[in-house]
């Protein structure tokens, strides 16, 4: 495992929080573990903290209310199965804290059309031919709020979603121009990106990603990982040859799993020849299977009892709505909004 990861601190000199959103449309796989959710139980007893499942944002996408709640519940189970400990951090839904809409309609009477019109994940569907609903259009600004609206400082992120990060800070910087120039209420946030995350493979080799079905999940186990693994694309070089271990998908996601010595034990199996594709993906098998243990028996226990579970996400929504308040009440003053409640 890493070291404790070192946060930068922010321009404005906001005390560090940590904040992330996970979005439940879908179940997790080693992609997203390997680029976000290690790096979130490796911050969450670090700093104040709060990791709320994203479940507005997979609207946008997955619109089957039973496996929106399926997804939802099963991102819960996941954390707490890898180690989230709710005594030290929150987590919660993104649903229990209507701030965070209210704080969007906010910064979306701030943001230039022709900002949303550059994101990513709209230009791609729109790039596709598909045709992109309100909601995907305004996600980044719902991601915005949901990080200020905690006063995030510090976003672990993916490289992928750098730019997400770039229009909250935008959106921070022209609220606090607009609205509090003597006294910034938003903090400036920072993407915190760990040097060594690199793309997962997926079964295919392209990147690991639920869109592309090639995915293998953190708790995938028994016949169903096997298949997966099995399946893991690789060149045809005989089992006798000598192989590079650089260019192999099943070495890459090997050194992910694998310690230091070990993967230089099957790196040296790699280029001796004799060791096949096949005992490569039974040494894979045994690391996933040796990784998740005891995260798998725990999800185990916690599948039994869901009210734990709706508990923690309850007590964690409290924290939630109460530092989101803190927030709001500067925010809607600043503003000029008057409530009356
Ligand atoms: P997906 O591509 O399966 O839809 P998401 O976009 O929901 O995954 O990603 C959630 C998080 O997991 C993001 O922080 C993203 O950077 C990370 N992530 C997803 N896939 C990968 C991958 N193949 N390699 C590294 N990180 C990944």
């Not at 309850?314 to 500067?330: D, F, H, L, N, S």
Request: charged residues 25%; proline residues 6%; negative net charge.
């Amino acid at each position: 495992m890493p070291a404790t990861p070192e946060l930068k601190p922010t321009e404005t000199n906001f005390p560090a929080i940590v904040v992330s959103g996970i979005q439940p449309s879908g179940t997790l796989h080693l992609g997203n573990y390997f680029g976000a959710i290690r790096q979130h139980i490796l911050l969450h007893d670090q700093f104040q903290s709060y990791f709320f499942i994203v479940n507005y944002h997979a609207l946008t996408t997955l619109q089957d209310p039973e496996a929106l709640k399926k997804y939802t519940i099963d991102v819960a189970l996941d954390y707490l199965a890898l180690g989230f400990d709710p005594s030290k951090s929150n987590l919660f839904l993104q649903s229990d804290v209507p701030q965070v809409t209210e704080l969007s309609w906010i910064f979306y009477t701030i943001t230039p059309v022709s900002q949303l019109e550059k994101g990513v994940s709209f230009k791609d569907k729109v790039a596709q031919g598909l045709t992109a609903n309100a909601g995907l259009f305004n996600y980044p600004i719902l991601q915005a709020a949901d990080i200020l609206v905690y006063g995030g400082t510090q976003v672990p992120v993916g490289a992928d979603q750098k730019q997400n990060v770039e229009i909250c800070r935008d959106l921070a910087a022209r609220f606090n121009d607009r609205f509090a120039s003597e006294n910034p209420i938003l903090p400036i946030p920072e993407p915190y990106i760990l040097d060594d995350v690199a793309v997962v493979p997926g079964t295919d080799g392209r990147k690991m990603s639920k869109s592309y079905g090639n995915t293998i999940g953190i708790f995938d186990e028994g016949k169903e990982l096997k298949k997966k693994v099995m399946s893991i694309v690789t060149d045809s070089t005989p089992l006798e040859d000598p192989k590079d271990p650089d260019t192999c998908n099943v070495f890459a996601l090997i050194s992910l799993f694998a310690s230091d010595d070990r993967r230089e034990e099957i790196a040296a199996a790699y280029r001796a020849g004799g060791y096949g594709y096949g005992h490569a993906k039974n040494d894979l098998l045994s690391l996933i299977t040796e990784t998740f243990a005891e995260a798998r028996e725990r999800r185990r226990t916690l599948e039994t009892d869901t009210d734990y579970v709706i508990d923690v996400l309850r007590a964690g929504g409290v924290q939630g709505r109460e530092q989101a308040e803190r927030i709001m009440e500067p925010v809607r003053t600043a503003a000029g909004l008057i409530t009356t409640y």
